[in-house]
């Protein structure tokens, strides 16, 4: 078990902790969006410690949702030529995820973008991570996925990189829409599902699965209509932490793998287009598992799990050709296959996208 990140989760963790951010380096390169940090009140509170400790900065708030290499590169860049030696990686996993690779390249300045996928030495900038979501858990793993948009795909880098600090404020979801509520939370879910039912897992990983799905189910019903109190958002976000733990020690498995055409070409949110999966992810696990984790959620059956699905999230827009497209990438993916805890087959795979299932999708 290695999980090396400090995590600080309360409200007004930013101020609480401002020595060990601004402890970070003398110029950071925050890497953020253009609204939500703004909206939140997140990028307020980095500035104000920055100022107050007379630490210089520069701020990329270009981050797109599933950013791709080029946008990485850029801030990358900006961050060498401004004398930037930390990064502050602020928002949902788009401009986390960002933040991790950026802080690899800056440390690397003599190297080409494509390093980012040749393993090798793992060294980044010190690097603080502040999450303005409840899904990707990102601030605690050591995953940064990309878009490579001349493949039409997303994939991770090849380097591990994990942040030096991790600042936990669920104040920061007050801002949020439901849509993006339900969205990320949905990402946690599946996070905490395809780390339990995961080759990889062992008893400490499923020990933070485990605890994340008892937050999560806790506080489903603010997925319903937004409501809800300082109290339950921290919780959703110790949630999303936690899934986000569990993920780091046993990786994803099948249902994100097959997410990726979804969110790349048609332009499904992702936690909608990983959460259209789940529900054949489960149906093909073993039946004690699948009990648990229904129970664990709050659903009598998978159905009951299926409908509450299709509420919330409404109907896939994938036709048959993309979710056959993504089917036959991940058949390519025998890394990735590996980690279902049950015999995978071509039809497995297709079964689990509903193409040759009993359920309407």
């Known amino acids: 078990m290695f999980m090396p990140v400090p995590v600080y989760s309360e409200s007004h963790a930013v101020a609480r902790h401002a020595g060990q951010l601004a402890g970070l380096g003398h110029h950071a390169l925050i890497v953020t969006g253009q ?44 961050g060498i030529r401004e004398g930037a030696d930390c990064v502050i990686g602020i928002g949902g996993g788009s401009p986390l995820d960002a933040a991790k690779a950026i802080a690899y390249l800056m440390a690397h300045p003599q190297n080409e973008a494509a390093s980012l ?8 900038v010190p690097l603080a991570l502040i999450p303005t979501t409840c899904g990707t858990g990102s601030e605690v ?21 994990f942040a030096d600090l991790a600042l936990i404020d669920g104040r920061y979801l007050r801002s949020a829409p439901l849509s993006l509520l339900r969205n990320t939370a949905l990402d946690a879910l599946t996070h905490i599902v395809e780390s339990i039912l ?14 994340g799905l008892h937050l999560w189910s806790r506080n489903r019903y603010v997925l319903e209509n937004g409501q809800a109190s300082d109290a339950q958002l921290q919780e959703m976000m110790n949630a ?44 093909e696990a073993d039946a004690h598992e699948r009990s648990m984790l229904l129970q664990g959620m709050g659903f009598e059956d998978l159905h009951a799990f299926q409908e509450w699905y299709i509420r919330l999230y409404g109907r896939t827009e994938a036709g048959e050709q993309l979710l056959s497209d993504a089917v036959d990438a991940l058949w390519d993916n025998p890394l ?13 795979l297709r079964r689990i996208a509903f193409l040759t299932s009993q359920w309407s999708s």
């Open 240 to 283: 999303s932490a936690m899934a986000g733990m569990s993920i780091a020690q046993t990786g994803t498995g099948i249902p994100h793998a097959l997410s990726y055409s979804l969110t790349i070409r048609s332009g499904i949110p992702h936690g909608k287009a990983v959460g259209y999966f789940t529900a054949g992810y489960l149906k």
């Open 117 to 124: 996928y040749v393993p090798g030495d793992d060294t980044a």
């Open 35 to 78: 609204r939500s940090a703004v909206q939140c009140g997140a990028l307020a509170d980095v500035l104000q410690v920055l100022e107050s400790a007379q630490v210089r900065y520069t701020i990329f708030d270009h981050v797109e949702e599933n950013p791709p290499v080029s946008t990485v590169w850029s801030a990358s860049r900006l």
């Open 198 to 211: 995961n080759t990889h897992a062992d008893d400490f990983s499923r020990m933070y699965a485990v605890s």
């Open 336 to 348: 990735k296959l590996g980690t279902a805890p049950f015999a995978v087959e071509r039809e497995t």
């Open 141 to 161: 793993t050591a995953v940064s996925v990309l878009t490579l948009t001349e493949l039409q795909t997303k994939k991770s880098i090849s380097h591990r990189i």
